[in-house]
């Protein structure tokens, strides 16, 4: 079964940056739209962004929109979450998604567990 591992996540000052990493070993991401949410404390998942199997689309919400980028490394088996300007409300665990018939928030079957992001002075 499709397994997802999240890294990167971690602790920065408001206008900060990271970068997230989705990586699912032993079994290839290549027909999978892949998608990142993310969940603050006390409050409802949030769906924040989708690339195509392809990579040729990719969506985000409005929310995060202009501050991050999604992109997949078929090489490295691996999809990106650059977090640019990242402010306190961007806190929260993020995780990545798959799903083979996924599109932007929905559809998606495989859940990693998650990684922490906070943005904090």
């Known amino acids: 079964q499709l397994q997802l591992v999240e890294s990167g996540g971690g602790s920065v000052q408001p206008g900060g940056s990271l970068r997230l990493s989705c990586a699912a070993p032993?079994?290839?991401?290549?027909?999978?739209?892949v998608g990142w949410f993310r969940q603050a404390p006390g409050k409802e998942r949030e769906w924040v962004s989708y690339?195509?199997?392809?990579?040729?689309?990719?969506e985000y919400a409005h929310s995060v929109k202009g501050r991050v980028t999604i992109s997949r490394d078929s090489a490295k088996n691996t999809v990106y979450l650059q977090m640019n300007n990242l402010q306190p409300e961007d806190t929260g665990v993020y995780y990545c998604?798959?799903?083979?018939?996924?599109?932007?928030?929905?559809?998606?079957?495989?859940w990693g567990r998650g990684t922490q992001v906070t943005v904090s002075s």
């Open positions: 690339i195509s199997d392809s990579g040729h689309r990719t």
């Open positions: 998604a798959a799903g083979l018939l996924a599109m932007a928030a929905d559809n998606y079957d495989y």
């Open positions: 032993g079994y290839s991401l290549d027909y999978y739209a």
